[in-house]
T-cell receptor
Framework: AQTVTQSQPEMSVQEAETVTLSCTYD???????LFWYKQPPSRQMILVIR??????QNATENRFSVNFQKAAKSFSLKISDSQLGDAAMYFC?????????????FGKGTMLLVSP | SQTIHQWPATLVQPVGSPLSLECTVE??????LYWYRQAAGRGLQLLFY??????ISSEVPQNLSASRPQDRQFILSSKKLLLSDSGFYLC???????????FGSGTRLTVV
């Protein structure tokens, strides 16, 4: 079974600065998808960015980018020019492509605090 | 466009009472449906998933059950709630292997 580990329970950043959230995973599969979800205080889960394992190019969505290191099984999220609205819990997630139903496996999350 | 509705938003129930949480999806057909629970504001635990009407798979043994009476309806139930059932319950759907899930707004359940 796949596992996802987020080793940082909490991170802090100042507005306009850059912060990187770490995620590692364990799998024996060669093809899969990785995701970062944001959960603000409203608790609505919002998809931030996704990465397909067979693509070497790192995904980017505006101020959010990932550093995908397949050999190291690492998938970190970089948030540039941090804003107060970025404060939230961030979850890393893994999804297999080999299973017909393909459920998401989540890490335990990293709480991001943003200060003015 | 596709939307997912989940209700109620908040629920306070006594121990031993029944539970019914409902989730519906609009704008798509034959979605994969999921129930997750988030305890203590941390990680998400997959409870049930369904790939079609009447097809339910359970990930963890517990006193909860799920049903899918219609293509786009997913219900989470319990006959007798326990204190340990308290938490935040999220419904989600997916229909494309290339994308993550789309989540409902969640139900905060407090068992007293």
């Amino acid at each position: 079974a796949q596992t996802v580990t987020q080793s940082q329970p909490e991170m802090s950043v100042q507005e306009a600065e850059t912060v990187t959230l770490s995620c590692t995973y364990d799998t024996s599969e060669s093809d899969y998808y990785l995701f970062w979800y944001k959960q603000p205080p409203s608790r609505q889960m919002i998809l931030v960015i996704r990465q397909e394992a067979y693509k070497q190019q790192n995904a980017t969505e505006n101020r959010f980018s990932v550093n995908f290191q397949k050999a190291a099984k690492s998938f970190s999220l970089k948030i540039s020019d941090s804003q107060l609205g970025d404060a939230a819990m961030y979850f890393c997630a893994y999804r297999s492509v080999y299973s017909g139903y393909s459920t998401l496996t989540f890490g335990k999350g990293t709480m991001l605090l943003v200060s003015p | 466009s596709q939307t997912i509705h989940q209700w109620p938003a908040t629920l306070v129930q006594p121990v031993g009472s029944p539970l019914s949480l409902e989730c519906t999806v609009e704008g798509t057909s034959n979605p994969n449906l999921y129930w997750y629970r988030q305890a203590a504001g941390r990680g998400l635990q997959l409870l049930f998933y369904s790939v079609g009407i009447g097809q339910i798979s359970s990930e963890v043994p517990q006193n909860l059950s799920a049903s899918r009476p219609q293509d786009r309806q997913f219900i989470l139930s319990s006959k007798k709630l326990l204190l340990s059932d308290s938490g935040f319950y999220l419904c989600a759907w997916s229909s494309d292997l290339h994308y993550g899930y789309t989540f409902g707004s969640g139900t905060r359940l407090t068992v007293v």
